[in-house]
């Protein structure tokens, strides 16, 4: 299903997330205020449009509620744009707000200003964050290692109505539960062998990165 995401800011790291999820079939609209920047990525994403971000004006004719998510990648240098970029946005009604944030303390606060999420991109982060807003199936991650993460999706069909000891997930995936959210709110940690999934779990694992990728939502 085709989404729109909106990308502010189209430095090294809005670029490539604003191509990352283009080549995915996804639509995107991307600001910035330099002439250089919208011409390199003009041929590489769906529309580009030269403007100052922190314009409160110019936002009340975009739309920004109908995004899917707005994605504020202004460079550290200028964190008081991206700070009263975050909170026009989130005055405007937009449904998710992830912002880039060059140290902790600039993250906590374009949090406070209504920010859902911060991003401490390196060189490569851009693909992961924009992979991350178009699953379908993990709602949260977080890399542990180079090579090991923790996620968290819903319970895949195959699960529901089994325990543990039959899906033996460590033997036949390599990755282990480590709590499990039910529908009432509660967090079992650790859960029993015993326990039987319902389709309103939500199942914390983690595993190598290879073995998490073979997990799939279906029954094999």
């Known amino acids: 299903m085709k989404k729109q995401f909106l990308v502010i ?3 090294r790291f809005g670029a490539s997330v604003a191509r990352t999820l283009t080549d995915a079939g996804h ?20 529309d580009v449009i030269k403007c100052d971000a922190t314009d409160s004006d110019l936002l009340d004719t975009m739309g920004i ?15 008081q744009n991206s700070i009263l970029t975050t909170l026009i ?19 906590r606060v374009l949090s406070k200003v209504g920010a859902d999420t911060i991003v401490y991109p390196e060189k490569d982060m851009g693909e ?11 709602l949260d991650f977080l890399e542990v290692s180079h090579d090991i993460s923790i996620i968290e999706i819903p319970a895949p ?8 000891i039959e899906l033996n997930l ?51």
């Open 170 to 220: 460590r033997h036949k995936y390599g990755v282990t539960i480590i709590s499990i959210k039910n529908a009432k709110n509660e967090t079992i940690t650790p859960p029993d062998v015993d326990y039987r999934f319902s389709k309103e779990d939500i199942l914390t694992l983690i595993g190598e990165n290879r073995q998490l990728k073979k997990l799939k939502f279906t029954e094999d």
């Open 157 to 164: 069909d195959f699960i529901v109505g089994k325990n543990l």
């Open 27 to 46: 639509g995107v609209v991307g600001i910035d205020i330099s002439e250089d920047r919208i011409q390199r990525v003009s041929e590489e994403i769906s």
């Open 9 to 11: 800011g189209l430095g």
């Open 65 to 79: 509620s109908d995004y899917e998510a707005v994605i504020v990648c202004i460079g550290e240098k200028y964190i």
């Open 89 to 107: 946005l989130k005055e405007k009604g937009a449904k998710k707000i992830v912002a880039k944030a060059g140290t902790k303390t600039q993250g």
């Open 128 to 138: 992961k964050v924009a992979r991350s807003l178009i699953s379908r199936n993990i």
